[in-house]
T-cell receptor, first 115, second 112 residues
């Protein structure tokens, strides 16, 4: 068990470019979450998958954001036409359905800087 | 509205000293409460989980308390070490839908 893996760890991009982040959850975990965290704040929920189904999306997830989990394993989060306000840490977490309620295992995050 | 408030926002203490971080919540119905430690630029790591029936739980130098009646929790750190410098985030989980409500964290700095 190697834990939740995210890449890239850091991404610097120019405004207007597209970026994609990848998350590999703990192998037996069927639930996967994306959060966004800005400096001095707690993580904010973006979206949640159970297996390959995207079950919930936050209103924070504008139409420039899209997340997929095509085979119920890894997930990608794409941000199109990035804006400076998108600069944040993007955290992925996974959990096991039927496990302890709210027991999420977080990855190390992907830090996005939009210039 | 479900909310989690933490205090203080930031704290600076000398190495070796003790400190206590506070968490007040309005989340209902309550399932459990977790304290996470988040090092700068890293993901959160769970320290403790408190269920409704638990009042105190220790994990090494970390001791968490829960008062479900007043909806308050605290995290006490004993004999602080430089490696304790981090943000400590309180998270409360709803019973039923298992939704997580995060606090904004307390930024703890330990100075030698």
């Amino acid at each position: 068990d190697t834990g939740v893996s995210q890449n890239p760890r850091h991404k610097i991009t120019k405004r207007g470019q597209n970026v994609t982040f990848r998350c590999d959850p703990i192998s037996e975990h069927n639930r996967l979450y994306w959060y966004r965290q800005t400096l001095g704040q707690g993580p904010e929920f973006l979206t949640y998958f159970q297996n390959e189904a995207q079950l919930e999306k936050s209103r924070l997830l504008s139409d420039r954001f899209s997340a997929e989990r095509p085979k119920g394993s890894f997930s990608t989060l794409e941000i199109q036409r990035t804006e400076q306000g998108d600069s944040a840490m993007y955290l992925c977490a996974s959990s096991l359905e039927g496990g302890i309620a709210g027991e999420l295992f977080f990855g190390e995050g992907s830090r996005l800087t939009v210039l | 509205k479900n909310q989690v408030e933490q205090s203080p926002q930031s704290l600076i203490i000398l190495e070796g000293k003790n400190c206590t971080l506070q968490c007040n919540y309005t989340v209902s119905p309550f399932s459990n409460l977790r304290w996470y430690k988040q090092d700068t630029g890293r993901g959160p790591v769970s320290l403790t989980i408190m269920t409704f029936s638990e009042n105190t739980k220790s994990n090494g130098r970390y001791t968490a308390t829960l008062d479900a009646d007043t909806k308050q929790s605290s995290l006490h750190i004993t004999a602080s070490q430089l490696s304790d410098s981090a943000s400590y985030i309180c998270v409360v989980i709803n019973f039923g839908n298992e939704k997580l409500t995060f606090g904004t964290g307390t930024r703890l700095t330990i100075i030698p």
